[in-house]
């Protein structure tokens, strides 16, 4: 299996705009809506605009994409990052993080939050070597929650 990244372009709006829907259709379930921007295309082509919205393949079939934000020469969050279910269990997660620290490499400490009832996530982004360093709820009156995750270089 070969992982690779693609900087996404205005053209891959619509279709990055359906699979993050569907990778994200168990949270939508589970939570009742989707992370903030996925269901909207202007999002997504804000976000392709940054130039740090990344196509991820799997053997040259589209299967994801991942968001990063440079927050300085030394830091980057994982503002997105979602892979379809067909994809899934193929090691490709592991590969895209692996190929998204080469891409900025100069980062020391990444950050992302991903939600308190998504184990799978949590189990992923500590193999990963992230650690839990927090958590908060967006919305004082709800009882959803994130947490935040971070790793050191």
């Known amino acids: 299996?070969?992982?690779?990244?693609?900087?996404?372009?205005?053209?891959?709006?619509?279709?990055?705009?359906?699979?993050?829907?569907?990778?994200?259709?168990?949270?939508?379930?589970?939570?009742?809506?989707?992370?903030?921007?996925?269901?909207?295309?202007?999002?997504?082509?804000?976000?392709?605009?940054?130039?740090?919205?990344?196509?991820?393949?799997?053997?040259?079939?589209?299967?994801?994409?991942?968001?990063?934000?440079?927050?300085?020469?030394?830091?980057?969050?994982?503002?997105?990052?979602?892979?379809?279910?067909?994809?899934?269990d193929k090691q490709l997660g592991s590969q895209t993080i692996a190929l998204i620290e080469q891409c900025y490499s100069a980062t020391k400490k990444w950050s992302l939050v991903t939600p308190y009832k998504s184990y799978r996530n949590h189990h992923f982004y500590e193999k990963q070597g992230y650690l839990k360093v927090g958590e908060f709820q967006p919305e004082p009156d709800d009882v959803f929650r994130l947490f935040q995750y971070e790793k050191q270089k």
């Open 1 to 88: 299996m070969v992982a690779k990244l693609e900087l996404a372009n205005v053209s891959d709006a619509v279709v990055l705009k359906a699979l993050s829907m569907e990778a994200f259709t168990p949270d939508f379930e589970q939570y009742g809506g989707f992370p903030p921007g996925v269901d909207d295309i202007d999002w997504h082509l804000d976000q392709i605009k940054t130039e740090h919205y990344y196509k991820i393949f799997y053997n040259d079939e589209l299967a994801g994409g991942i968001l990063t934000v440079p927050i300085n020469g030394v830091e980057t969050e994982i503002k997105l990052f979602y892979i379809a279910g067909e994809f899934q």
